[in-house]
């Protein structure tokens, strides 16, 4: 971060107050001026005229928790905002939050802030709908699983003897029974079904059948609000094996502009991987405690299909490492891999095909 000559604003946000100070240079040094506000829209307001007055652009934030989002996004637009990073400031001596704005105006007027990367407006409101469509799948598959115990402890033979029911498919069967077996009518389930499971079965398939349809929703407006940025989910769906669910939300967690990362191991750095020394030799992990947990369960689960792939580079180098390492271990780094390449595809906008060898070769050759 650059030195800022003109005047900043560091501000410490709670539950119920706003601290702000504004530092400002000249020939007879620093000086202060520090006020509180309310954490309500009036307080909002007050801060943001104060600012205007004082000609500050460069604010940056700092909060213990969340606190910072609503003042974020009321001053997003206005201001060029930092969102100051938490260990930064402990590690310039700060002891009490009461100091923390003077502190923070300090350290982003010399240049010497740390901060956090936030994504704009339009990439945080696709993560929560990634992010949310994600819940809504993991909630359909908490269904799926209570819908098999249920219909494995009862005699199913008249729902599965009927034509439009695929026995392989539960998801399939639920919606049988979600179209056909009404609470009212409980008497189609035939066979010894209890009244008791007919009710557990009729609520699960309406409640598993309503979450299919929001998930269907939820893709539907994320692929609407994906128009303008499709040629970033074309350039990951040329990975062999990437599916566009897993590409969405990729591109979603990273951000668009990979740029603001020099090299893509410092992307990985960011995302939380790390090198760890496994039983036979290096590889790469994860570090449970930092990163971004999203990202990294993104990359694992678009890692699945890709390694499946079998004449795609990225399965060579996974079947090189499983017979090595072990297969867990083995996915972590494709996982790790995978994410080296979007940075390629997006960065140096290359193509697939494109890229060197040694994108894949080096996770051979440092093990």
């Not at 060029?80 to 009490?96: I, P, V």
């Not at 009518?185 to 059948?209: E, I």
């Not at 979450?211 to 609407?224: F, H, K, L, P």
């Not at 297969?327 to 780094?333: F, G, K, L, P, V």
């Amino acid at each position: 971060m650059k030195p800022v000559e003109n005047a900043v604003c560091g501000i410490n946000v709670t539950t119920s107050s706003i601290s702000a100070c504004i530092r400002e240079l000249d020939a007879a040094g620093a000086n202060l001026a520090g006020r509180e506000f309310g954490m309500s829209p009036e307080g909002v307001d007050s801060l943001v005229s104060w600012l205007e007055s004082r000609n500050v652009r460069h604010v940056a934030v700092d909060s213990p928790g969340n606190h910072w989002k609503p003042l974020w996004n009321a001053l997003e637009g206005s201001f060029d905002l930092y969102l100051a990073h938490r260990g930064c400031l402990t590690e310039s001596g700060l002891t009490d939050d009461r100091d923390a704005g003077s502190l923070i105006a300090e350290l982003l007027q010399e240049g010497r802030l740390r901060t956090n990367y936030v994504p704009d407006s339009y990439t945080r409101q696709l993560r929560d709908l990634t992010r949310f469509r994600e819940e809504l799948i993991q909630t359909s598959s908490i269904l799926g699983s209570k819908i098999q115990n249920v219909l494995s402890e009862s005699d199913i033979s008249a729902v599965s003897a009927r034509p439009d029911a695929d026995s392989r498919s539960i998801k399939q069967l639920a919606r049988v029974i979600s179209d056909y077996i009404p609470e009212k009518d409980a008497s189609l389930l035939a066979g010894g079904v209890s009244p008791h499971d007919s009710f557990m079965l009729t609520h699960l398939a309406g409640q598993l059948k309503d979450t299919e349809g929001r998930i269907m929703e939820v893709s539907a407006r994320i692929r609407d609000s994906l128009k303008e940025r499709e040629p970033f989910i074309q350039k990951l769906m040329q990975i062999p094996g990437m599916v566009r669910r897993n590409a969405e939300n990729i591109i979603a967690e990273t951000g668009f502009d990979l740029a603001r990362f020099e090299t893509s191991d410092d992307l990985a750095m960011w995302a939380g991987f790390i090198v760890a020394k496994g039983a036979k030799m290096p590889h790469y992990g994860i570090n449970g405690k930092s990163g971004k947990q999203w990202l990294r369960r993104a990359l694992a689960e678009a890692a699945q299909p890709v390694v499946a792939w079998k004449s795609s580079p990225l399965a060579d180098v996974h079947r090189f490492l499983q017979n090595r390492i072990g297969n867990r271990r083995a996915m972590e780094t494709v996982s790790r891999l995978l994410l080296d390449v979007v940075y390629e595809l997006i960065v140096s906008n290359r193509y697939f095909s494109s890229l060197p060898g040694s994108v894949f070769t080096r996770y051979m050759l440092d093990s």
